[in-house]
């Protein structure tokens, strides 16, 4: 593999400052609470405003002031998302079998309690992400879900935003962002009830301060600054691959965009074409710094070099632009989300084709999707036996502890052998 542009050295690893100063502010939190977080809002979010919650009288005014086509484009995309979490619901399934004679087990779902839904807002509201988290939420069955957002003007939530929240179901909504929003979610404090899992994107602090939390409360993924790796041949359109590059690259100076072909031409041809684009792009400031420090071209020699090298990127967002889609997608094993050929784009999975938006960076892709019902729910289990089955397992799983040196343990099988011997009255067999 060469490289005809190369990422400025990965400083990524060294984040000690901002895993000190996330810690930092969750610690502050814990312990002052509802102080800590007025703080933080103040200094990171210009709050100016009093109640954190939203009222359902500014809900209702926003949604009087939306225009009716925003929303019949927000109810699409909310529909096809809502749709496709169903679908994937649908393919999880209880069951209950025997396993050997008289060995009942089983599986349940039961969604989770409570929880916390974060929609970014610091640089673009992400309406979608509102649906993203709160309306997939809702759809694995989730009995609560707290929606939080930064307020854009230190006073209210961006109105896109809150209409999106409450549309996808949120039971309440509170105008607050970043680290402070996580902690409160997850300690309880300004009035939230303190939830079970956090979920959402962000930003380099949100995806720290999730990491921190995680334990304490659960999360969904690590789902931080946006990444897009295209791989494509001299079949694609360099002007379309160039104009991906750059959309994901708007997202911020850390989104990283990265491209592999086996053309040096057509590497050539997207670098200049990307260098033409970013001159009237209107949100180029953010692409160009992004492009320059984390762009990437990459000249391979085969499809499966190309596999490899993706793979060993584990990029959130994957597009492959080439004559041979479907053998990408039989042998790629990591990415988030992928977009096979030029008529599907990331920014149709941003905004609501209908898979979720929310989905695994730096390298998480290795070890899981993205955001989906199965993220809020549990699979738990159960078991059941006969006195006879309870018997005849009793001496195995018996010896099984005595290997282990756990006394108590044997003695929890022994007096169950003993209790459910033959011909013993207690518990015989029914
Ligand atoms: N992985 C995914 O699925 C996915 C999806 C969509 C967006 N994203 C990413 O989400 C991110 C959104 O970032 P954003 O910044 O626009 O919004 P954000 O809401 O994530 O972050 C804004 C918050 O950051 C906090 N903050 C700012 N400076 C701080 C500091 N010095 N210390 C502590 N907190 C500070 C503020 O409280 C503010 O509310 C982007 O990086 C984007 O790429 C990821
Ligand atoms: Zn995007």
């Not at 679908?87 to 008289?102: I, K, N, P, S, V």
């Not at 402070?180 to 930003?203: E, H, K, L, W």
């Not at 494509?232 to 360099?238: K, N, W």
């Amino acid at each position: 593999m060469k490289y005809l542009k190369r990422a400025e050295p990965q400083s990524r690893q060294n984040n000690d400052d901002l895993v000190q100063h996330v810690r930092k502010m969750l610690v502050d939190i814990e312990s002052n609470r509802d102080a800590a977080v007025r703080h933080y809002a103040e200094t990171y979010d210009r709050w100016q405003g009093g109640e954190f919650l939203v009222s359902g009288d500014e809900i209702e005014a926003v949604r009087k002031s939306l225009s009716p086509v925003f929303k019949d484009d927000f109810a699409f995309a909310k529909k096809q998302v809502v749709d496709f979490a169903k679908r994937q619901r649908d393919t999880l399934a209880e069951f209950e079998d025997e396993f050997g004679d008289g060995i009942v087990l089983g599986q349940k779902i039961i969604p989770v309690e409570n929880a916390g839904c974060y929609i970014p807002g610091g640089k673009y509201p992400l309406i979608s992400a509102a649906i993203m988290s709160v309306a997939t939420a809702k759809a694995a069955g989730v009995d609560y879900v707290l929606g939080a957002a930064p307020p854009r003007d230190g006073k209210s939530i961006y109105p896109h935003t809150l209409y999106a929240l409450a549309e996808s179901g949120a039971d309440e909504i509170y105008a607050i962002g970043g680290v402070q929003a996580f902690a409160s979610m997850a300690y309880g404090c300004v009035g939230m009830r303190p939830v079970d899992i956090i979920t959402g994107p962000g930003n380099a602090y949100v995806a720290e301060a999730k990491r921190q939390l995680f334990g304490m409360v659960g999360i969904d993924l690590p789902a931080g600054p946006t990444e897009i790796l295209v791989i494509a041949d001299d079949s694609a359109d360099p002007a379309l691959v160039a104009a991906d590059l750059l959309g994901q690259a708007e997202h911020g100076p850390d989104s990283p965009a990265w491209l592999i072909t086996q053309s040096t031409s057509f590497g050539e041809a997207v670098a200049a074409e990307i260098e033409t684009q970013l001159v009237t792009l209107p949100t180029r400031q953010v692409a160009r710094a992004s492009w320059d420090r984390w762009g990437e071209i990459m000249v391979v020699d085969s499809d499966d070099e190309a596999i490899a090298v993706s793979d060993r990127y584990a990029p959130e967002h994957l597009e492959v632009q080439t004559a041979r889609n479907d053998y990408y997608l039989a042998n790629l094993r990591n990415y988030g989300s992928l977009f096979l050929g030029e008529e599907s784009t990331v920014a149709y999975g941003d905004k609501g084709v209908g898979t979720n938006h929310t989905l695994p960076t730096g390298r998480a892709a290795r070890y899981t999707g993205g955001l989906w019902v199965g993220k809020f729910l549990k699979t738990v289990t159960y078991q059941r036996l006969t006195p006879a089955a309870s018997r005849q397992i009793a001496p195995a799983m018996g010896r099984l502890c005595r290997a282990e040196g756990m006394l108590a343990h044997e003695i929890t099988a022994d007096v169950r052998a003993e209790r459910y011997a033959e011909g013993q009255t207690a518990g015989a067999d029914e």
